[in-house]
């Protein structure tokens, strides 16, 4: 496999970017060529960068087993979200990100062919871009991922808390917001088969766990499908490994 470091300046966001790409060696492609293969799209979290994955998991091996590229884009603390500032990081993610996949690679941005994943504040932004955008995107999941706008509203001492208001506004009004995962959901449920597969794995000594907790609850409310996952463990690397290859074992093996 071939690990790719990038770098370059999207227009959405306006300043230089780390991209990583992991892609099959020529050798292994055994006459499917890049430009049809699957593509997982795979988030860091809040303090994390495009490295982090390839450094701390398993996922190289991981793509080699199915064949997959794998596309790790850095944005900073964004929480991919469009910021105030003008830097639009989920327009770059939905947008930018595979057309520059397309210029550069030739991968076509089918929706087939096309998956995302994250940890964290990338589960926040996979499932923010598959509930908002599922026409683009076969399978997201969610890996211990802030899946409640709740928690920026009831941590008023949160030494974050004026990061989080530069992100997102006044957090008294978060709840019910464009940036609440609550109100995609209700906006799919209305077509639930037209969604992506979503898939949420969260361990129940993770301090994310009440989140994922009440977005489970949430889609069986509204009849939204979702492979839910709990078990023992914490916010960290070991967790996300093991859930990254069930995610992507329960989707891809399917096929």
């Known amino acids: 496999m071939a690990l790719i470091r990038i770098e370059h300046v999207p ?4 300043m230089n970017l780390p991209l990583y ?3 099959p060696d ?6 499917l060529p890049l430009r049809e293969r699957k593509v997982l799209y795979l988030l860091h979290g809040l303090s994390d960068d495009a490295s982090a994955w390839s450094r701390y998991s398993t996922i190289e091996l991981v793509a080699r087993q199915y064949g997959l590229v794998v596309v790790m884009p850095s944005v900073g603390r964004s929480f991919y979200v469009d910021q105030p500032n003008g830097q639009a990081y989920f327009t770059y993610l939905v947008e930018e990100l595979p057309q520059y996949m397309e210029d550069v690679f030739g991968i076509l941005p089918k929706r087939e062919k096309t998956l995302i994943a994250g940890l964290s504040m990338g589960g926040y932004g996979a499932f923010k871009a598959a509930l908002l955008h599922p026409e683009r995107y076969f399978a997201a999941a969610s890996l211990s991922g802030v899946l409640s706008m709740a928690i920026m509203s ?3 001492n949160d030494e974050r808390q004026p990061e989080f ?4 506004g006044d957090l008294s009004k978060v709840n019910g917001s464009q940036h609440d995962p609550m109100v995609w959901l209700q906006r799919v449920a209305l077509n639930p088969a037209a969604l992506p597969k979503l898939f949420v794995a969260c361990g129940r000594q993770d301090d994310l766990y009440p989140l994922n907790v009440m977005f489970n609850a949430a889609c ?3 009849g939204v499908p979702l492979n839910y996952h709990e078990e023992d463990g914490i916010h960290d690397w070991p967790f996300w490994d093991v859930q990254i290859k069930r995610f992507l074992s329960l ?3 399917a096929n």
């Open 220 to 222: 069986q409310q509204l």
């Open 26 to 31: 020529p050798g292994m492609m055994h006459g």
């Open 154 to 156: 009831t941590h008023p």
């Open 11 to 14: 227009a959405t966001v306006k």
């Open 21 to 23: 790409v992991i892609a």
């Open 165 to 168: 208001k530069h992100i997102f």
């Open 251 to 253: 989707v891809l093996e």
